[in-house]
Structure formats: C-alpha cells, structure tokens
Nanobody, 128 residues
Framework: VQLQASGGGLVQPGGSLRLSCVVS????????IAWIRQAPGREREYVSC????????FDKEDASGRFTVIRENAKNTAYLQINSLKPEDTGVYYC??????????????????????WGNGTQVTVSS
C-alpha cells in the first residue's frame, strides 16, 4: 500500500489550493481517505475525512466548509480542496488510508489509530 501526496506550495491568504493523493496497492473506494495536518508548533489534526462506501464526509469543525475531500475512485486518487486559505492553514498535509470503510469508525480511535497507512507530506505555506 502506498499513498503519494502532492500539490502543496506557497499561496497568498484568501487563495485556494488542491492537494492530490494517488493511492496504490488497494482500492480507494473500499476505505476511508483522510487528510491530516501538522501545523508548526501544533498537534496533528484531521482536517477532512471521506468514507469509502458512501463518500460521506466529515470535516474539521471550525473550518467553515473550507476543506473538501473529493474522490475519483476510478483513478484511485483523492483530493483536498482548500479555499479561503489563512496563514494558520500553514503546515504539512498528509493523506492517510483508514482502517475502516467509514469515517465514523476511523475517527473514533484516538492518536490516529484509525488510519493504517500514511502518505508523504506536502507542505502548504500561506503567506503574503
């Protein structure tokens, strides 16, 4: 199983970015795909999660709908669309495969034990 994230970069506040995650070694449609952020000086946190079976999404509570996971199961590719970027969105973004088909199950485990494979991180920097 491998996940390859890309698409990060330097973006001005208010801008948008789409991160990509290409997965291999398993079928994306069968499992959760989650995006996790590591911001400087802060703990890792889930920003968005998409269930494998029904595509139902769970997004970071205070994100005001700015984060959206998009699936292209036929291409084994997932995306994280981030709009209205803020400087506090700066960090390394990881995509991760869930151990389960549903976000409700994966997110119920603490310390990210609900995911079992991580992609490389991609750096997002929001600055003017």
């Amino acid at each position: 199983v491998q996940l390859q994230a890309s698409g990060g970069g330097l973006v001005q506040p208010g801008g948008s970015l789409r991160l990509s995650c290409v997965v291999s070694g398993y079928s994306l449609e069968d499992y959760v795909i989650a995006w996790i952020r590591q911001a400087p000086g802060r703990e890792r946190e889930y920003v968005s999660c998409s269930s494998g079976k029904d595509g139902r999404r769970f997004d970071k509570e205070d994100a005001s709908g700015r984060f959206t996971v998009i699936r292209e199961n036929a291409k084994n590719t997932a995306y994280l669309q981030i709009n209205s970027l803020k400087p506090e969105d700066t960090g390394v973004y990881y995509c991760a495969k869930g151990r389960f088909a549903y976000c409700a199950d994966a997110l119920g485990y603490g310390n990210f034990r609900g995911v079992d494979f991580w992609g490389n991180g991609t750096q997002v920097t929001v600055s003017s």
